[in-house]
């Protein structure tokens, strides 16, 4: 569970990040000011006594690795399979006469494989064509900074405009994705194999900049982990633009599918349809509206660009983290207004926590001496970084990610009793979210030595202040 946790390291959340998505990309750590430290690998590799560096693997290594490759479209899978207009596993007995009634024909079209293409097309020419300040991001190893262009706000509402009112002038319903969601997520899958080739292929061309974690040597783990840190074609900076473009605002578009499916069926869009795709579609915004605040994830300035990332946000984020809305098309639990609305509440309450956290910490991040955050405390480490202890910061050391977990337990919750399915999300986010705490215990740790320590004693708890 913890290897398929890992395969969308977002944001939320993203924005993801992960996210994660996890983003997946949406969480960030840790909670500091002073970003011009270059960019490094969250861990030296380990050394045989004979002095010959060894490589440090994560996801149990190449054997690892290829098994979540050949996983993680089957989860997929599974989920499509586990709940739908076919039925849904409501106890173990009744898994394997649901998966066997599941209707897993076509799983290829070449139709909805064309949407995919075009899709990831449009926002790689959004990305390069849209106006919007261009900022740099962190400074690499070799002393440069690139450049990223900030327009993703924008792309959101177009592509959301576009997907409402222009499909029906091309006769098709925005329901369609719905009768066609497995295609579309097998395209989907197939289109991120193909770009993690070809991202691969950019990572042997000169000069091109290498994530340290994806020069193991080993053909099988670098092609999953990431070879190349920043592939870029031209001004496509490939793996920021997929970060939060053709993947989480597809997670929006499919939402908004699937609430007109169920108002074509039932004739009206229930409550706790409003919730979910409400809720989520905040959440898209929400990442696309901070776009530059994925420019100091790990995503970014560690990780390079591989199966692991490519996978996570054009197949995962969509066709996972859209589970609950295809759920309610069929399966509505028809819940009480107060219920619902305690459910949104929940929603709200998450999204005040991880908004208000992120927040705080870039403002913190840009200028200390805002008037918004000079109040903070923090501590100063030896690598010249300031580390937060007071507000959301000093409660907790991934108050965020707490607040990003609240949002998706509410998520599922509007679909009442369903399925267990409908509860994947939150179980899966909790263990991504403790194993991608943990990787920055160790990249902090690794990072500022005995300060992180030192910091560690001054905010004890991880999540939840005074208990975890």
């Known amino acids: 569970v913890t290897l398929l946790a890992h395969s969308t390291m977002l944001r939320p959340t993203r924005a993801s990040p992960r996210l994660a998505g996890l983003k997946p990309a949406r969480s960030q750590s840790p909670s500091r ?58 106890l173990p007995e009744d898994a394997l006469d649901v998966l066997a009634a599941a209707p897993l024909a076509p799983l290829w079209d070449w139709t909805a494989a064309a949407v995919v293409a075009g899709w990831t097309a449009l926002h790689f020419l959004l990305y390069v064509a849209l106006p919007g300040p ?36 091309l006769g098709c319903k925005q329901s369609w994705v719905y009768d066609a969601y497995l295609p579309l997520a097998t395209a989907a899958c197939a289109l991120s194999v193909a770009l993690s080739v070809w991202s691969h292929a950019l990572s042997y061309l000169p000069n091109t900049p290498l994530a340290e974690g994806g020069q193991t040597g080993n053909p099988v783990y670098d092609f999953f982990i990431g070879r190349p840190l920043n592939p870029r074609i031209g001004s496509l900076d490939l793996k920021a633009c997929c970060e939060l473009r053709p993947g989480l605002v597809g997670w929006a578009v499919l939402n908004l ?24 579609l905040l959440y898209v915004w929400d990442a696309l509206y901070s776009e530059q605040a994925i420019l100091t994830t790990m995503d970014i300035t560690t990780d390079g660009f591989g199966f692991m990332l490519a996978f996570g946000d054009l197949a995962w984020v969509p066709f996972t983290y859209s589970l609950q809305a295809r759920i309610l098309v069929d399966h509505d639990p028809r819940l009480p207004a107060p219920a619902v609305a305690a459910i949104a509440a929940l929603g709200a309450l998450g999204y005040v926590v991880f908004r208000g956290a992120n927040s705080q910490k870039d403002a913190f991040r840009r200028d200390p001496s805002d008037p918004a955050v000079s109040h903070l405390q923090w501590m100063q480490t030896k690598r010249g970084t300031k580390l937060l202890v007071s507000g959301w910061w000093g409660a907790a050391r991934k108050i965020n990610y707490t607040g990003d977990w609240l949002m998706g337990l509410s998520w599922s919750l509007a679909c009442g009793a369903a399925s267990p399915v409908a509860y994947f999300y939150p179980v899966y986010f909790a263990v991504l979210l403790v194993h991608r705490a943990l990787r920055d215990d160790h990249f902090c740790a690794t990072k500022y030595g005995a300060d992180w320590e030192a910091y560690k004693r001054r905010v004890p708890f991880v999540f939840v202040p005074g208990i975890l």
């Open 134 to 169: 261009r900022v740099e991001g962190v400074v690499l190893a070799d002393g440069s900074r690139l450049k990223y262009p900030m327009n993703g706000h924008l792309a959101f509402w177009l592509s959301l405009a576009g997907f409402w009112h222009g499909l029906p002038l």
């Open 257 to 280: 599918g699937l609430a007109a499916k169920q108002h074509e069926q039932q004739g009206e869009v229930s409550w706790s349809m409003v919730a979910v795709v409400g809720g989520q």
């Open 33 to 90: 000011a002073g970003g011009s430290t270059p960019a490094t690998s969250s861990a030296k590799p380990a050394r045989k006594a004979g002095g010959k560096p060894q490589p440090e693997y994560e996801f149990g290594g190449p054997a690892g690795a290829a098994g979540v490759m050949l996983l993680l479209p089957l989860v997929i899978c599974f989920l499509y399979a586990g709940c739908g207009k076919h039925g849904c596993i409501r």
